[in-house]
């Protein structure tokens, strides 16, 4: 079973992509901030796909990235990153830094499954 993370500090956007996954067939994990994301990432075995907030408090989106990258066997996570619409500019240091794709807020529920099942089958 395809198994997603959502790191992101808002109850509103993780019940959001928390429908969006379970509707695809897929597990679904979340973690309020990048911290817990992080010890999920550890403990949770096989994930396939991060869906991260770039914008959190305790550790941002950007530090977030970085310390999942450097998680062993996190080399090839697909790490979709939700950016707000008025912070754009932030788009090129998140896929400097190995963010697979990204998703800018606010989004549609439909337009993120299309990306969710693009990003899974384009790493296939």
Do not use: H
């Not at 395809?2 to 597990?27: A, E, P, W």
């Not at 990048?34 to 396939?48: F, M, P, S, Y």
């Not at 959190?56 to 619409?85: A, C, D, H, Y």
């Amino acid at each position: 079973m395809t198994k997603i993370l959502c790191v992101d500090n808002s109850t509103t956007i993780r019940k959001i992509v928390q429908d969006c996954v379970l509707d695809l067939g897929f597990d679904f994990f979340e973690a309020e901030n990048g911290v817990l994301g992080i010890e999920k990432a550890k403990e949770i075995t096989n994930i396939r796909m991060v869906i991260l907030d770039w914008n959190m408090p305790v550790m941002s989106g950007r530090e977030t990235l970085v310390n999942l990258r450097n998680l062993e066997g996190f080399e090839q996570v697909i790490i979709l990153v939700l950016i707000k619409i008025e912070n754009k500019d932030q788009v090129m240091e998140a896929v400097d830094l190995g963010a697979t794709n990204y998703m800018l807020k606010p989004f549609s529920v439909n337009n993120l499954q299309d990306k969710i099942q693009e990003l899974i089958k384009d790493a296939v």
